[in-house]
């Protein structure tokens, strides 16, 4: 895929002092630009954060799992309380019109590509 480059490598050098998972990121490419899919359970919408820097996508969100008044948690198989991914872009995506909407844990991110990148027909004359 040309359009994006995981940086899971870099995540994973990343110092001890701020853990994170990785979401699961289902990448779609078309003609017209990407669709990423990050599942991303527990993660309210208050506690997502999106952000594009130059060429790099960054998606982090803290998990806000509540627990029922009186009950005490005696085992968690998640150790983290966070989520953090980040993906380098192509050139050939627009990130000034990155859209994005979030449902059920599921964050759908688009970016289109620019418009010099877009197939186009070419007129071919005849004579």
């Known amino acids: 895929m040309n359009d994006i480059r995981n940086q899971e490598r870099e995540e994973s050098t990343r110092t001890e002092e701020s853990p994170a998972l990785l979401p699961p990121v289902d990448v779609i490419e078309d003609s017209g630009g990407i669709t990423l899919y990050a599942d991303l359970p527990g993660v309210p919408k208050e506690q997502l954060t999106l952000q594009v820097d130059a060429d790099t996508l960054t998606i982090a969100g803290n998990i806000v799992l509540p627990l ?54 070419i007129a071919v004359a005849v004579g």
């Open 68 to 121: 029922i008044e009186g009950l005490e948690s005696t085992h968690a198989e998640v150790a983290s309380p966070r989520y953090h991914r980040s993906f380098t872009l192509s050139r050939e995506l627009d990130t000034d019109r990155v859209g994005a909407d979030f449902n059920h844990g599921v964050l759908r991110v688009r970016i289109p590509k620019k418009e010099h990148a877009l197939p186009r027909k």
